[in-house]
């Protein structure tokens, strides 16, 4: 998929009624989903390398709970993560094998893996 289909998907996905409704977007508070950054990243992004992200997360002083492991998709090695933990919250680095600066339009399936993983991990309360 080439960057301006997947941006055009993109925001038509993200300024959809009912997407927003399924993701409990209060109306009123995002007036347009706009692409701004690729906040997925992978282990060939020489724009923000891992490595970076990795020192900023360890300046953090942020408990491991999980080391670095393997995360699968279709039984292969999709890429690596690292799960912190700090009264409460959690922090999950994940990185997809392969994939460079935008993951979700170059790397779809794993992106999808990992938000669904994320999205299922979490309670939500519904506004109605």
Excluded at 26 to 44: A, C, I, M, Q, S
Excluded at 60 to 81: D, H, K, M, R, T
Excluded at 97 to 118: C, R, V
Aim: proline share 5%; hydrophobic share 35%; glycine share 8%.
């Amino acid at each position: 998929m080439n960057e301006k289909v997947g941006t055009t998907s993109l925001a038509y996905f993200g300024n959809d009624k009912e997407v927003r409704k399924a993701l409990h977007v209060r109306e009123g508070t995002v007036k347009k989903f706009e692409k701004t950054n690729d906040p997925l990243r992978g282990d060939h992004d020489f724009t923000f390398p891992y490595v970076g992200q990795e020192q900023w997360i360890k300046s953090l002083n942020l408990p491991i709970e999980s080391p670095w492991n393997p995360w699968f998709l279709n039984n292969q090695v999709a890429g690596y993560e690292t799960k912190y933990v700090k009264n409460g919250y959690s922090l999950t680095h994940t990185i997809v094998k392969g994939a460079g600066h935008s993951i979700p339009l170059f790397k779809p399936k794993e992106a999808w893996a990992i938000l669904d993983a994320w999205l299922t991990s979490h309670s939500y309360v519904s506004d109605s």
